[in-house]
């Protein structure tokens, strides 16, 4: 089943930090957690799932990606914290 969603990783409490976007929220973060996404994240150890949303369509939730990238990091991390305060990993709500 596809659901547009966006995610944000990081490899712990206000380290590095990831914005992607995909259909299938749970595979790609099992992805990410196992290392078979080449990149970036694999570089950084990016494995924690601290922020996502869900959207109606690929459209809006790539618009939403896009937008957050051009955040600056203070606001990303308000955004992670009104959500997650305590920074946990999210993965086990999304499977």
């Known amino acids: 089943m596809k659901i547009p969603s966006i995610y944000i990783l990081t490899n712990k409490p206000d380290g590095t930090l990831y914005i992607g976007v995909t ?51 203070e606001w990303k991390i308000q955004l992670i914290e009104t959500m997650n305060p305590a920074w946990r990993d999210l993965y086990n709500e999304i499977i």
């Open 23 to 73: 259909s299938n929220l749970s595979a790609r973060i099992f992805q990410h957690k196992n290392d078979l996404v080449d990149g970036f994240s694999k570089k950084y150890n990016l494995h924690l799932l601290v922020y996502y949303e869900v959207h109606e369509n690929m459209y809006s939730a790539i618009t939403r990606e896009k937008r957050l990238k051009k955040w600056n990091r």
